[in-house]
């Protein structure tokens, strides 16, 4: 720890404890402005803890400690929150996808139809491969003969667009 030692702290927290105190109690307060989920703040501010001791290199200026760790801990704030909303998205298709499937009402089965019929067929094809058939989206490259960050970026595209979809027959009916 000596990086901590050596920056320029001001002369009230020269003790260690003292900074790291400082410096969890910054870090604490800027994830939980940050999170939508509250209870994830700890997880990521551990995980702050340990990108700063990975990177501690990086650091140009000692005198700059604090507001470095609360760019790292900010910054890992926004993935936990792009992390939760992609989860939740997957989850919804994989419930609609998945309850149709087993249900096999006529209704439901031609309502997805139609929805899947109004998408490109690369997309349908996608979208079937990873969630009907599923798929991961490795295979689904070597079958299609893509590259795996194409797969991903047209799977994600493509479930926004029938998301967009769903929500469109649901406010018209």
Known sequence: ??????????????????????????MMK?????LWH????????????????????????????IPWAKAIASNLASNANRARRHERIDD??????????????????????????????????LLLYKFYYGLKDAEIATALQLPVGTVKARIHRGKARLKTQVEDVDRHT
């Open 30 to 34: 800027v994830v939980r402005h940050k």
């Open 92 to 125: 919804y298709l994989e419930h609609e996808i998945a309850g149709t499937k087993s249900v096999f009402d006529p209704e439901s089965m031609m309502e997805l139809s139609d929805l899947l019929g109004r998408l490109d067929p690369v997309t349908r094809t």
């Open 1 to 26: 720890m000596n990086f901590l030692r050596d920056s320029n702290i001001p002369e009230a927290l020269w003790s260690e404890d003292e900074v790291l105190g400082e410096l969890y109690t910054q």
């Open 38 to 65: 509250k209870n994830d703040a700890g997880d990521v501010v551990q995980e702050a803890w340990v990108r700063i001791l990975e990177k501690r290199s990086t650091l140009r200026h000692k005198e700059k400690l």
